[in-house]
């Protein structure tokens, strides 16, 4: 059994020095303890449910193969092209000097 400590805050008390127990290692509750919960205090998904999880990884999938590594493809290609042309513009074409 894990026990977690789970920090409690209460907005009336802020500025206040607290003397925290020796089991505690987060800040204590109004009283002087600690809440702990343990692991079955914690609700989790069973594995059987769906959290979406799995629909969202695929549309992030989906939108990288099909949106945007094609359009960063094309960006870079056309970055490069536009500065070779520029260069040549500048300094002329490719070749030795005339």
């Given at each position: 059994m894990t026990w977690i400590?789970?920090?409690q805050a209460s907005a009336t008390k802020v500025g206040f020095n607290y003397q925290r127990p020796s089991s505690c290692q987060r800040a204590p509750l109004d009283?002087?303890?600690c809440t702990r919960l343990?692991?079955?205090d914690l609700p989790?998904?069973?594995p059987s449910e769906d959290t979406g999880g799995k629909r969202r990884e695929r549309r992030l999938f989906l939108f990288l193969v099909i949106f945007l590594f094609p359009l960063l493809s094309v960006a870079l290609v056309g970055t490069y092209g536009f500065a070779v042309w520029f260069l040549q513009?500048?300094?002329g074409p490719p070749g030795p000097p005339h």
């Open positions: 400590n789970i920090p009283d002087g303890t343990t692991d079955e989790m998904p069973s513009m500048l300094f």
